[in-house]
């Protein structure tokens, strides 16, 4: 019954990642699921700060404030970090007696014992970690070690495909702002004699004056020049 519902997860997983569901959704969804496989207490998904110093949590299944909203941590200063570093999961057996945790407060309050953190791997890439802690000590057999690192791997590739759907979608923004202006500033041109860089600046202070993105300035002028034809 184990081993079904282990498989039930890991294909809920893995039709996420051909949906259009929210990535934060998703993430959530998997941290829930994760913590239901593994008996674990609190189960969250920590990514790496764009300068890659910090980990930071982007999902997790508690509803302690504390532990949600607890600082990110530093890569050189924490077991999560030592994951990423080493690319290997890591076993902690009680986080309120190891040197490297950064919060051993927040887990006596939270009641947390053991640790089980896993990187989320892309190729040979590491782009954060999955955390799942246990209210007793536990040891973690293989077969849940390579459970929660074939989730983790998934969730990596999701957050991937996250990241070039934002970064397609803007770079599309920034391409249809940039022929908006375009069109806007050759009909100031042209209909009201002003050079390029003035007709630059009339959008520009537009968009101040008014409070609203330069694109949406320049579709009202493109709007208004369609009207008066």
């Known amino acids: ?3 079904k519902r282990q498989l039930e997860v890991l294909y809920q997983i893995s039709r996420s990642l051909v949906g259009k569901q929210d990535l934060d959704a998703i993430l959530q969804q998997v941290v829930g699921m994760t913590a239901e496989l593994i008996g674990s207490k609190i189960c969250s998904l ?14 997790t299944q508690s509803l302690s404030a504390a532990y949600r909203d607890k600082p990110p941590i530093k890569v050189g200063q924490s077991i999560s970090g030592r994951v990423v570093v080493k690319k290997q999961a890591i076993q902690v057996a009680d986080v309120t007696q190891d040197a490297i945790y950064s919060y051993p407060e927040i887990a006596k ?3 947390l014992c053991s640790l089980l953190s896993v990187p989320l791997m892309l190729s040979d890439k590491v782009i954060g970690v999955l955390n799942c802690y246990t209210e007793e000590e ?5 077969e849940e070690v390579q459970l929660v690192q074939t989730i983790a791997n998934q969730a990596a590739i999701m957050v991937e495909h996250g990241r070039l759907v934002s970064e397609e979608a803007e770079a599309r923004l920034a391409l249809n702002t940039k022929k908006a202006l375009d069109s806007a500033k050759r009909i100031l041109m042209k209909r ?6 003035e007709s630059h600046r009339f959008i520009q202070k537009a968009s101040m004056d008014k409070n609203k993105p330069q694109k949406e300035i320049a579709e009202a002028i493109l709007m208004a020049a369609e009207l008066e034809k």
Not at 46 to 59: D, G, W
Not at 192 to 197: A, L, R, T
Request: hydrophobic share 30%.
């Open 1 to 3: 019954m184990k081993e």
């Open 192 to 197: 009201y004699h002003m050079g390029e860089e």
């Open 138 to 142: 536990k040891t973690f057999s293989k």
């Open 46 to 59: 920590m990514l790496l700060s764009k300068n890659k110093e910090e980990l930071v949590i982007r999902a």
């Open 109 to 111: 309050q939270e009641g």
